[in-house]
């Protein structure tokens, strides 16, 4: 599954991917909601809820 959002790809479902994507990671959105077991890496932004506009 493909995102996009104003004619451009914001999101791709990894799942259905196969091989190395090879992409990086810039943010990570409602980390405040995260489970406690849950560890963050330490690539790209992190919001406790959604990006700010």
């Given at each position: 599954?493909?995102?996009?959002?104003?004619?451009?790809?914001?999101?791709?479902?990894?799942?259905?991917?196969n091989?190395?994507?090879?992409?990086q990671?810039?943010?990570?959105i409602?980390?405040?909601?995260?489970?406690?077991?849950?560890?963050m890496?330490?690539?790209g932004?992190?919001?406790?809820?959604?990006?700010?506009?």
């Amino acid at each position: 599954m493909v995102g996009v959002y104003k004619g451009q790809v914001h999101g791709v479902t990894l799942g259905c991917v196969n091989g190395d994507p090879e992409i990086q990671i810039a943010r990570h959105i409602y980390v405040g909601s995260k489970a406690t077991w849950e560890v963050m890496p330490s690539e790209g932004l992190q919001y406790d809820k959604g990006q700010p506009d």
